[in-house]
């Protein structure tokens, strides 16, 4: 997963505490997307930032914010974690071109109990 | 909104024999379609990729792909099985406009000795 390094990688909370995921990528590109995978439904996009400063919502974003805080690094912010958010979490950034695809990081395993 | 349906959450193959997984999607303009593979306990590897340059792609590890436009299809195959092959695999699509991902919700590939 070179280009796209994620802390951390494992982590369980209690439910209502907070986290923040971190991202960063050394691919140079302006664009960086969060995900959350869950068995059986694939990669579901959560939030995603076409450029430094700017961030939108994807398709399930309810109970996270996210910060583009330069073009380097993108974080992911739960503020009141639930159960629901127990997932696996991917941070991921373009390897070129529209056609090139992605390049990922290694994930984040976040258990809520 | 972009559509990939992997038809088959689970696939058992004998080892030495044809792996096939079947991606459709759902577009009136052909995407950027994408192959990835994902061992048990990592991150997301693209596997293939088509970007309308030829419709038979080969990708890494023995893989190839075929587009088909006429029945929106880009099915993943593999002529011989090996044990190194179980993993889960994911179509991937985006339009040419942007550079979101869309994920279909993956099919596990278990082999048998």
């Known amino acids: 997963n070179a280009g796209v390094t994620q802390t951390p990688k494992f982590q369980v909370l209690k439910t209502g505490q907070s986290m923040t995921l971190q991202c960063a990528q050394d691919m140079n590109h302006n664009s960086m997307y969060w995900y959350r995978q869950d068995p059986g439904m694939g990669l579901r996009l959560i939030y995603y930032s076409a450029s430094e400063g700017t961030t939108d919502k994807g398709e399930v974003p309810n109970g996270y914010n996210v910060s583009r805080l330069n073009k380097r690094e993108f974080s992911l912010r739960l503020e009141s974690a639930a159960p629901s958010q127990t997932s696996v979490y991917f941070c991921?950034?373009?390897?070129?071109?529209?056609?090139?695809?992605?390049?990922f990081g290694s994930g984040t395993r976040l258990t809520v109990v | 909104a972009q559509s990939v349906t992997q038809l088959g959450s689970h696939v058992s193959v004998s080892e030495g024999a044809l792996v096939l997984l079947r991606c459709n999607y759902s577009s009136s303009v052909p995407p950027y379609l994408f192959w990835y593979v994902q061992y048990p306990n990592q991150g997301l590897q693209l596997l293939l990729k088509?970007?309308?340059?030829?419709?038979l792609v080969k990708g890494i590890n023995g893989f190839e792909a075929e587009f088909k436009k006429s029945e929106t299809s880009f099915h993943l195959t593999k002529p011989s099985a090996h044990m190194s092959d179980a993993a889960e695999y994911f179509c991937?699509?985006?339009?040419?406009?942007?550079?979101?991902?869309?994920f279909g919700a993956g099919t596990t590939v278990t082999v048998r000795a």
């Open positions: 991937a699509v985006n339009q040419k406009e942007d550079y979101k991902l869309s």
């Open positions: 088509y970007t309308s340059a030829a419709t």
């Open positions: 991921a950034t373009p390897l070129g071109t529209r056609a090139a695809g992605y390049t």
